[in-house]
């Protein structure tokens, strides 16, 4: 079983930073593209930014230069480096994973439970 378990939500202040993570645990051959996704109350799901095993990086276009994804390879773990936080990226951020779990398996894509941020004075 494959599960993903993101952590760093929580209340901040506008202009304030926030750090997201999200570990890939359970029995798999490869993980592939690594990602970050919001929603906001009322608003569909969309792509934050998402990265790929070699460390290729794509963003959407709004939130270029204040969010940062990384993610290290040996944990199976992906990052978000949320900075000059605005009231408008309140959402619930999920994580996601292309994995590969055996040899000769496609790949699936995973999400994790979600963790909630609210930007707020």
């Known amino acids: 079983q494959v599960q993903l378990v993101e952590s760093g939500g929580g209340l901040v202040q506008p202009g304030g930073s926030l750090r997201l993570s999200c570990v890939a645990s359970?029995?798999?051959?490869?993980?592939?593209?690594m990602g970050w996704y919001r929603q906001a109350p009322g608003k569909q799901r969309e792509l934050v930014a998402d990265?790929?095993?070699?460390?290729?990086?794509n963003y959407a276009d709004s939130l270029k230069g204040r969010f940062t994804i990384s993610r290290d390879n040996a944990k199976n773990t992906v990052y978000l480096q949320m900075n000059s936080l605005r009231p408008e990226d309140t959402a619930v951020y999920y994580c996601?994973?292309?994995?590969?779990?055996?040899?000769?398996?496609?790949?699936?894509?995973?999400w994790g439970q979600g963790t909630q941020v609210t930007v707020s004075s």
């Open positions: 996601s994973a292309d994995i590969q779990r055996r040899v000769l398996s496609g790949l699936v894509r995973y």
């Open positions: 359970g029995s798999m051959f490869s993980l592939n593209l």
């Open positions: 990265i790929t095993s070699g460390g290729i990086t």
